[in-house]
Structure formats: structure tokens, C-alpha cells
């Protein structure tokens, strides 16, 4: 049986196959079973009672909400049986069919009965003994099977039916895409195309590390002997303390690249197309081929196959070629390319062969395209060879293979819309339907961008010549081409081209919002916004019928001139509102020119167009989400103190500086806890007044009780009359000395005896940024305060039954909350905020001045919590190392899972330098700082760029980066030579292409002048001061490294440079040449389309393993890869995780060989989706590296590890608490093949590293200092090994106490080498008695047994092992059940540190 992944063609367009997954084994047990389990378990896993009142719990459930028809995993019992349903229909079962090829034996093949004719197809094509037929046709006993039927529609095909393939005649189009899939088989081992970032092929290295695939060779190699010949010395730039950061390593060469020549040329003839009486003898096209014997030979394509004909080449001189067509003699007339080419040529016959055995050999996963491209920001020098695909490629606009739709270009608007009118009602349509959304929304930004880098690169006419090229608006392939620039003064009072630059990626956003509460009705525009060579461009599909009518005509909603002229819709508010809750968007009335109140559900940008094909459309969304205060400074306006303390609000470089949606989320999630917690202590009031049955409310002194929170009435001072109870409120006082919910959980029950009932007003400017909680400490308010339950009880019986059962006391209490909290509603928890606040033009109707007030003050709030909450809350997940930033990338993504925007970097950065903890926070200080600086030269390098001409682009780049990184102080460029005469002559039509600057300005940038604009471009975006005139000074403070910051320029800014050791340090010459600069890449924004349904398993999954049910988590997250690869195809980011998952639960579940599988997948697949460099990538490989070694293949094992130190020591060099676990892992195993020097270099690198970040006191220390003394102790150096385990002793001691189990081992340790120690001397003193006739009692010295090291292993790595049997399970379930009770009575705090090796923390769910 052939599985089925490995045969996936890498270049099949539209081949998604549904069963990627189930065939391949991918760790899919029985799906039939699992599938019906899961669904069930998946009902209301993650759906939590609190859920009910907040709007839009997290972007997963904005979908739910917005449709009810999707709500697969509702907790109704209809529900279920539904599911099984769905759930069956997907998971038919396959059956095998035998295959017949001319002149091969049959074969069987498993298929499933929901592919299509045309997945089979591509497995032929990619088959090592089919590979070179691509124009036949499958036979059913005679009958011609339809492309694209599926299988199970086909009448008679059943378990065991033979089908055969026939070889069908050609026609130009077959015969075209013949000879590309024979291209495409002899390149198939070039990595060329990754380099060069084309078709989705991108670069992995890891079978290199592991020689080739890890599946055999665990039984391929004899245990016995494996320790002789392991070489473990690691090069020396990977030891400790080596300064050196070689490039070359980063790319190691791969023997298989070394590509074995089958044919010297092939190319399509000068003498196509054939003439009118060639073709009526079948003539289709003809071409010349070199062959590796230096024959010359020219061939005719026609309908029956290809042919030699008699065209002669004499003397091989171009000149006396004769050109004829009619067959040679003999003419060895083939169906295919391959098999004519073996007949005439033997060297290709051998060669081509061993070149398909290789390419089927491969990782499917190295071949399968990714779904977006991913560039590589280093390349060897790649030798230019002649290829006529892709030359033909060049010069035609392709139409005819790229685009599977006969006769026309894509229309792009009309598949992006069309797919999301996709049917949803059940889960196979909503898989169906989301893989159509998921394979256009790649498409349409792989267009995008080549549409776009066509346009700056001039090669795309205007719409508009006539204008200047700013101005120049672009169509190409149905998508709409603008420039990021300020046109027509139309963003004048929003910051000219700085608000140009920004609103396109606001612009994004919004629509990624809209797109993900996907509104049936509502359309938005598909839209990639590309940076390239210094220009922004901004790629949409078009609306129907837009570009035929003035825009005043189209908008019936919103406005086009920032609110001046306003219109709106009945249609488009009914659309609007339904996305309204999710987004948090509040209905609002704003004035037009004529003074009438005009009714809006957005912001007034956005426009509302129906199109000509009748849908409504949204377009302009960049103020979908409110406006950031902190960056809008406004006359009249006071912002609250937490923000005013950090110094805002300050200028910013344009108006449309928006909070993230992420923010947004987190803030409303804050509050709708505060008003549980003030609905809960009133309630409490309320029954301590009915049982005191005391008519005067009971009004106490409350100041003394230690409130943890604002909201539980920070000194409620009551005066005479209760209705003026005012709530003061001083957040960030406490926000510092933040004492944890549970202590004062006892005394919750007094305070709240003391609190009167609020029931009058509540000042609205008594605002509740109180310290935000983490997650967990939420969790544990429910418990702690004693009214919770009911008040989440009652709130939920208000939102069922329009409050009319309910008493008036708890009605008043809900409102007394909801006035407090901000809530648009005075029945229920509902936070929205007003988009079009504080917009220059917008005028709102006296009638709502109070509503604007209240709507300003939550803008304050919201703006006040991110500097009080979110910029301490990250600072503080720094500190405990829950979020690990290791590069520019990952700490963008901190910030911005936290709702913190980049412009926020300065602040977050002098936040950190007044925590007390700095020495702490070096790695994060450090990896802030180089993110600023990169980021500012690419602020500076974006209009450098603008002014270069194509010609000069090489020498202006290496000009740049040897002024930001090159030691060599009068850094000169070279101006191409012919530059002067050039000038003259094209002063006319200069204008043509968008960069008409002058064009020699950036020659004459130097050094200093770059430094000195780098810090002034800090001081003014970033408001952050550097102090330093150059790249030294900036390496010497901050302990950069210069290849971590070419690194990130590079990779920012789209640079490609030529892979090869660049001395930055040289003050004599500078260190880039032209030469270095390969290529420049566009930086592409899109939006990414989520598999709903896969992730809500997915995160099924993990919530079962962390409640320690892990056979079932297991289950849960298979059905979410199987769902997953539906959706995605075989790669995709989300998989990737999956996989990872599902590998850590194989090897904890004791399955190594399935772990070491599954994980292999996941370092290939991030290797090719994120990066052979992503820090992901680099966790991957370590995790890979513990399978390996449990696996017994430690050679391999120790290349990993040493293969990711390289990696993570060029992004972010040695000094980093990530590196201390990865020196760890390096040291044990060395231990374990005794090597014991180096291993000490590495453990007491971990040591140092440890202690550093985690404070000489912790746990993590202790364990550092044992694996230290085992290495000691090992040497026999008895001395050592005690120092460092009595240190270890000491902490275990302080932390955890004398009875500790951890405390014990380590006192018995101490025992044990003492004892060493005492034999050790007595040997020693009776030597120098005796002498050479000694009585020595042999010593025993333990070379390190492979279980202990890999349990160390486990340790450090937080795992812990399962033997499954029934019994554990239950134990370990029990043990989960205790800790959660443990939590309620609020002892959990102490508890983590002092088990660190229990299951929660050993899994860390990603």
C-alpha cells in the first residue's frame, strides 16, 4: 500500500487532499472512534458559565455568536446527535484500488471515498515509476473517469477495482504542462527556488542534521556499540563563551543539492509556434535539448508524443541550422519526454532514475509548498542556469497554467465572496468552506504581491498616467494597486503620508476583525498591503462596478470626506449591529452638513458600497477600533493619572494611532470582573441586612480591611445619606504592592459585613483600572468572595428573562455595577466603545452629550489600563519567564498578544529600567532596545530607499548597512559608473517610476549622520533615549551582537545578503560590498483565515491534558490535525503546534517512536513555515533532541542540541535564560556518553545562566548545582561535587523545608559522596604509606546509566513520565483533583514553587 502523504506533489495548485491525514498514518488512531468521543467531549468544554455576559469572549467565539448556525458544540442535546452525524460523514472509511500503468506492475492504492479522480492523478504524477506521465486519462472497465467526480459518485468502483491508465493525445496546453512537470521533476532537488522566495518553496536543513529520516534509523543502528563513535566535540564557535557568530553555519551544505546533471539544456525552439502546415500533421511546438553528451537535438511535440525530427545542427554552429520538422529516422516517437530522452541518452537515463529515487526518499514536508511564501534572508551564491520554464514565465503573462479557469484572469472579488456565501450548517460544509476561504485568501496574496513588486518596479501601466507618480493608482489581474502616500491632501489633518503609511495596516486589521466575526451579508474587500523597496503598496480586490461610477454615487453609508458629509443605511446598521457586540463597536448619532442627526454603527471612514452584484460592502475600516488617547493629545481633555504619571499623552506622527482589538478584549474582560465582584459584594450586603433586619443601612469604617481591589470599595467613605456612597478609587498605588486575592479571602466575609449598600449614584469619573489580575488569580476571586456565584446567577437569569421576575433590590444592585463598570446597559455586563471619538470633522447631537462624556471617560480607561495593567502584566510574565521573547519577532508578539502597541516599545523599555529586577530582565532590555533601533532604521531606511533608481539598488543597500553596522568610520559608496551620462539623457521620462528623488542623495548618507537620525527618530516615535554616535558604542552598552542586528534589519526591511563571514570590526575597509546584496524581498501583510472548528478541539484538547485526562486530550487534538490538514492543507503554523502537542503526549504517554515521528514534523514544518532561524524553530529541535536521546540515537541527539545553540546564539546570543535549559540538555547528554570536561562547561555555563535570571535562590539553581556535583562526582572530584550539592542542599532546604522528598534525595546525595570522599582519602593516605604494594580497594566510579540522564532530562524540560496503566491514571487524576481543590482554599501560591515537577507545570501548553 502506498501512504498517501508521501506522493503529494509539491506543485499541485488546487490538490488540498481531505485525507492527507488519515491515510498517512499521522498519528491518527481509529478516527471512527475517536471522532464520535471527541465531539461529545468537546460540548461545552470551553464554553464557561461566565461566558454568557461578555461580548465576544475571545475571537473564537465571535463566530458563534455572530451565527448561531454555526454553533457546532452548543451544549444542546440536538446537538450531539447532529454531530455524530457530521462526523460520520467525514470519516467514511477508505478502501484500496489497484492502478495499472503502461509498462509497470499493478499496484494498490488506498484512497477515500470523498476525493476527487483528480487527487489520484497527482499521486501518478508524483509516483517514482509514473512520475513522467501527466496526460492520461483513469479507465473503469472501459469507461473514462471524470477529473473532478468524487470517488464515491462513481458507479462500480468498489474495494479492489482495477483502473487503468491510458495514455491520452496531447494538445498545446497538455503539451506545455508536460514538459513544466518534467522541468519541475529534474529540479526537484535544486533549492534555488527557496532562495530566490518563488512558488512557495522555502528552505529546511534538519535532515542534515539527522541523516535523513529518523523513523528507521532507531532500528538501523546496533545499541551495543553506539557509544565508540559518537564524536561529540561541537565546533568551536558553539562552545561557552566563544565570541565568534559565523554566518556560513546557518545554512550547512546538503550533498543531495549537488544536483546530478541529467540534461545540459532544454528549451522551447525559435521556430514556435508551428506553421498552418505543420500543424495539420499534429505539429504542436518543437524544442532543443542538450543532452549531458553534448548531442544536440531538436524535438517535435504533436499529438501522439514527442518525436527527434530532422532538423540538423552542423558542427553544432548556430549558423548552418536547418530547420525541419518531419520525424527523424528513427524517431522514437514517446507518449512521454522521460521515455524518449532514456532512449537517447544513457547518462540521463542513469541519472534521472537516481534523482526520483532521491526526491521520493525526501520528507514529504521538505517538498510540499507552504501556503504563504517565506523568504530567506541569506543565500549562497546560486549559479544562474538556463532554464526555458522559467524564462517563458517571465515574458508571458502565464496565463495559461497559474489559472486553472479557462480563457480569463481570476476574478478575485468573486471567489473571495463566493466562498464565504459557502453553506456552514454542519461541520463538513464548514470544512469545505473554510478550506475554499483558506486556499484564495493564499492565492490572492501570492498575486498580490507579485502584482505589487510589479508595480513598483515599473512594470505595470497606470490608470492615471497623466498624474505624478505618487498619485498613480494601478489594475493588474483584477487586484486594485495604490501607493501609501498622502493624495489629494486627503489625510492633511491626520498627519499627510505618515497617516498614508499607517492607515493601510489599520485598514487590515479591520478587516481581519470583520472577517473573523463573518457576518452572513456583510462583505469586505480582500486586501494584502506589501512593503518593497522603500514604497508601501496597498493590493484590493474590486468591488463590481466601482471603477464605473463617481464615489459620491456609490456610498450610501458612512462618509467620504471624515465625516463632514454623512450618510447611512437601514440595511447596513441591521449588518452592522449583528458585528457591533463582538467588536465592541457602540451605535452612535453624529451630525452631517445640514445639521441632522445621522445614525452610524462605525466609524464614519467606513463606507458602505453595494456593489453590482447586489452585496453590501465595507470598505476603509481603519478606525474600527477606537482611537489611542495616550498618542492623541486634545485640547481640553484630562487623561486619567495612571496615564499622565508615564508622561502622555503625547504628540504622535498622525492621528490614527487606534488601540489594538486584543486591548480591547483584556479591558473588557477586567471590568466585566469588577462587576461580578461589586455585584457579588452588594448582594452580600443585601443579606446581611435582611438578617440584621435593621431599617438604617449598616455604614462602618471600612479604610482598615486591605481591599485587593479598587472595586471592593477602596475606602468606601459613606456619609449621612447612603445613596452618596462614592467609591475613590487609586489604582496604581496598589498595583505595586499587589496582594494576592486569597489572603485576604478570610476576612472577605467582615469587610463585606461593613460595606454599604450602594445604591445611589456612582461617580462615572471613579474609573476602575485597578491592577490587573492574572488569569489565575481571577479564577480564585470566584471562590473568594462569597456572593460570586449568586451575583453571576443572577446576572445570567437577567440576560434570559428581560429582568422582569427578578426582585427589585437585585435589579438595582446589577444597575449600581453596570453604572460602575461603564456598561452601555443598565441590566447586563455590555462594553462598547464610540470609534468616532475625538476624530477631526465628526460633531455629535447636543441630545448625547452625556452618552459622549461617559463614552470618553471609558477611552481613558481603556487608555490608562494598557500603561497601569498591560505594560506591568507583560514585565511581570517576563520576570516568571511565562513569556520568553528570544528575538524581534517574538517580543512584537508578546507585545501585541497583550494589546500593547509598538509604540509603546520606549515606554515598556523605561519601564523595565525602573523595575527592581533589571539584572533580571537584561535578555528582555536587551532584545527591546535592539527592536528600537532596527526599527528606527528602517523608518530611515523606507525613505532612503525611495530615492534610489533600480540600477544603483545593489551599492545603496551594502552603503546602508555598512553605515549602521560596519566599524569603518568614512564608509563611501560607489555610484554605478555610468551614472552620469545616464542622468542627462533621462531627465524627461524620470518620472515614470514612483522614486523620482534625486537620485544620488543616498551617497552621501555617512556613519554618524545615520546614528545621530537613529536617536532622534528614538527620541521622537519612540520617545526613548540612546546614547550613541555609533554602532560601536550602541554593541559596547546594550551587549549586542552585530549579526543578531543585521539579522533583524534584514528580515524586517526584506534585504537578502550573499551567506559568507563579514568582518563588521574592520576599520580599514567597510564590511558589505554590493556584491553581498543578493536581492530585496517584499514584507507582506494579509489576513490569515482561521479553522474554527479545528481550533476549538484544539483547544479542547489542551484543556482536557491540563485536567490530566490525557488518553482523551490526545484523542481530541488528533481530530483537530485531521480537521486542521483539511482546512490547511499540510502546512500551516497552527499544525505545527499541533504537532508538537501531540508528540510531547506520545512521549509522556511512553509512545517514543511515535513522539520522535510526530515532532520530526513539527521542526520540518517550522523550519519551512516560520524560518530556519525562528526561535520556534530553535525549541523545536531541543524537544526533537529529547525524543532522539529517550530513543537511544544520541549522536543524533547531541547534533540537534548543538545545531539549535548555534541557532539561538546568532538571534540572541549567549546571555539568555533559554540558552540556560538548552546548556543543560547539551551537558546531560554528554554526561551520558562521558564526557565529562565538556559536559562541566556546559552545566556550569547553565549555572551561571540560572542563577542570573532566576535569583540564586531557586529551584531551578538547586537542580543546576546537583547536575553539576553527578558530574563531579563522576570525575571523582569528591571536593567539587560536595560544594556544589551542599548549595543545592541549602536551597532545597530554605524552599521547601526538611521533609521535602527533593530536600531528603539531596541530604542522601551528600551522604553518599561524603562517603566517596572519606574512601577516596583513605586510598589516597594509604598509597603514600605503602606505595606501589598498596591493599587499594577498588573504587566505584559510575559512568552515568542512560535512564538516570534521561530522567534529569524529563526534569529540566518539565516532563514527567506516565507508565500508563489504569491505576496511574487514576492517581494522577486524583492528584489534578486535589491540586484544583488545593487552589480554592488558596494554598496553590506556595504549592507551585514547591513542586516544580508536577504535571501543569510540565506540559506548557502553547
Known sequence: MVSKTDDIPASVPNCNPVNLAYEAGDGVQDSNETSKTCLKDSCGCEHSADTVMVNG????????????????????????????????????????????????????????PQEMVQEIHQVLMDREDTCHRTCFSLQLDGNVLD??????????????????????????????????????????????????GVDCNSLSFLSIFTDGDLGDSGKRKKKGNELEQIDCTPPEHILPGSKDRPLIPLQPQNK??????????????????????????????????????????????????????????????????????????????????????SQISPTFKKNFTALQKKRVQRHPFERIATPFQVYSWTAPQVDHAMDCVRAEDAYTSRLGYEEHIPGQTRDWNEELQTTRELPRKNLPERLLRERAIFKVHSDFAAAATRGAMAVIDGNVMAINPGEETRMQMFIWNNIFFSLGFDVRDHYRELGGDAAAHAAPTNDLNGVRAYGAVDVEGLYTLGTVVVDYRGYRVTAQSIIPGILEREQEQSVIYGSIDFGKTVVSHSKYLELLEK???????????????????????????????????????????????????????????????????????????????????????????????????????????QKVNKEAKADIPAITETAEAPSESNADATQATASESPSATEVSTDSTSQAESNTSATSQAPTAGEENSSKPATNGLVEPTATLNGECKSPLEGKELEESIPGLAQAKELAETLVAEDGSCIDPKSREVVLNACKAVGSISNTSFDIRFNPDLFSPGVRFPEDSTDEVQKQKQLLKDAAAFLVSCQIPSLVKDCLDHSALPMDGATLTEALRQRGINIRYLGTVLEFVDKTPAKAQLEHFYRIGISELITRCAKHIFKTYLQGVELSALSAAVSHF?????????????????????????????????????????????????????????????????????????????????KTTLLREISVKTGIQILIKEYNFDSRHKPAFTEEDILNIFPVVKHVNPKASDAFHFFQSGQAKVQQGFLKEGCELINEALNLFNNVYGAMHVEICACLRLLARLNYIMGDHPEALSNQQKAVLMSERVLG?????????????????????????????????RYLMLLVSGEDHPEMALLDSNIGLVLHGVMEYDLSLRFLENALTINTKYHGSRSLKVALSHHLVARVYESKAEFRSALQHEKEGYTIYKNQMGEAHEKTKESSEFLKYLTQQAVALQRTMNEIYKNGSNAS?????????????????????????????????????????????????????????????LELEDKIPID
Open 147 to 196: 477529473n473532478f467526480a468524487e470517488l464515491k459518485s462513481i458507479e462500480g468502483l468498489q474495494e479492489g477495482s482495477l483502473l487503468k491508465v491510458v495514455e491520452e493525445p496531447y494538445t498545446v496546453r497538455e503539451a506545455r504542462i508536460h514538459v513544466r512537470h518534467i522541468r519541475d521533476l529534474l529540479k526537484s532537488l535544486d533549492p534555488s527556488d527557496s532562495y530566490n
Open 256 to 341: 543531495d543539492w549537488k544536483p546530478m546533471q541529467c540534461l545540459k539544456v532544454l528549451t522551447m525552439s525559435g521556430w514556435n509556434p508551428p506553421p498552418g502546415n505543420r500543424k495539420m500533421h499534429g505539429d504542436l511546438m518543437y524544442l532543443c535539448m542538450v543532452t549531458v553528451e553534448e548531442r544536440h537535438v531538436s524535438v517535435t511535440a504533436s499529438t501522439r508524443g514527442f518525436y527527434l525530427n530532422q532538423s540538423v545542427n552542423i558542427s553544432n554552429s548556430s549558423t548552418t541550422y536547418t530547420f525541419n520538422p518531419k520525424p527523424a529516422n528513427p524517431s522514437f516517437l514517446s507518449h512521454s519526454l522521460v521515455e524518449l530522452l
Open 1336 to 1396: 587499594i580497594t577498588p573504587l566505584k566510579f559510575t559512568a552515568p546509566s542512560m535512564a538516570s540522564v534521561l530522567e534529569q532530562l524529563n526534569i529540566i524540560n518539565g516532563i514527567i513520565f506516565i507508565p500508563l496503566s489504569q491505576k496511574d491514571l487514576e492517581n494522577l487524576k486524583a492528584e489534578v483533583q486535589r491540586r484544583q481543590q488545593l487552589q480554592e482554599l488558596g494554598k496553590i501560591e506556595e504549592l507551585t514553587e514547591e513542586r516544580p
Open 579 to 685: 458585528t457591533s457586540r463582538p467588536l465592541k463597536v457602540q451605535r452612535h448619532n453624529v451630525l452631517n452638513e445640514k445639521d441632522e442627526s445621522v445614525e452610524l454603527c462605525s466609524s464614519v471612514e467606513c463606507k458602505g458600497i453595494i456593489g453590482n452584484d447586489g452585496r453590501h460592502y465595507i470598505l476603509d475600516l481603519l478606525r474600527t477600533f477606537p482611537p489611542d488617547l495616550n498618542f492623541l493629545p486634545v485640547d481640553g481633555e484630562e487623561l486619567s493619572p495612571e496615564s499622565k504619571r508615564q508622561g502622555f499623552p503625547r504628540q504622535h506622527r498622525h492621528r490614527l494611532a487606534c488601540l489594538r482589538q486584543e486591548l480591547i478584549e483584556a479591558f473588557v474582560e477586567h471590568r466585566y470582573l469588577l462587576f461580578m465582584k461589586m455585584a457579588a459584594l452588594q448582594l452580600m450586603q
Open 1172 to 1204: 530556519i532561524e525562528h526561535p520556534n524553530t530553535i525549541q523545536e529541535y531541543m524537544h526533537l533532541a529529547l525524543y532522539c536521546f529517550a530513543n537511544g540515537q544520541l549522536s543524533t541527539a547531541l547534533r540537534l542540541l548543538y545545531r539549535a
Open 57 to 112: 469572549n475571545g475571537a473564537h467565539e465571535h463566530t458563534e455568536e455572530a451565527d448561531s448556525k454555526q454553533d457546532g458544540n452548543s451544549e444542546m442535546d440536538g446537538g450531539d446527535d447532529s454531530n455524530e452525524q457530521e462526523v460520520i460523514v467525514i470519516q467514511d472509511t477508505g478502501f484500496t484500488v489497484k492502478i495499472q500503468a503502461p509498462g509497470t506492475e499493478p499496484f494498490d492504492l488506498q484512497v477515500s
Open 961 to 1041: 548597512l555598512n553605515c549602521f553596522l560596519s566599524s569603518f568610520p568614512d564608509a563611501v559608496a560607489h555610484l554605478p559608473p555610468d551614472e552620469l551620462v545616464s542622468r542627462r539623457k533621462s531627465r524627461k521620462r524620470r518620472n515614470r517610476i514612483p522614486g523620482s528623488g534625486d537620485n544620488t542623495a543616498w551617497a552621501s548618507l555617512t556613519p554618524s549622520e545615520l546614528w545621530k537620525n537613529i536617536a532622534s527618530e528614538a527620541k521622537s516615535y519612540y520617545y526613548f533615549t540612546i546614547q550613541c554616535e555609533s554602532v560601536d558604542q550602541v554593541v559596547e552598552k546594550y551587549g549586542f551582537q
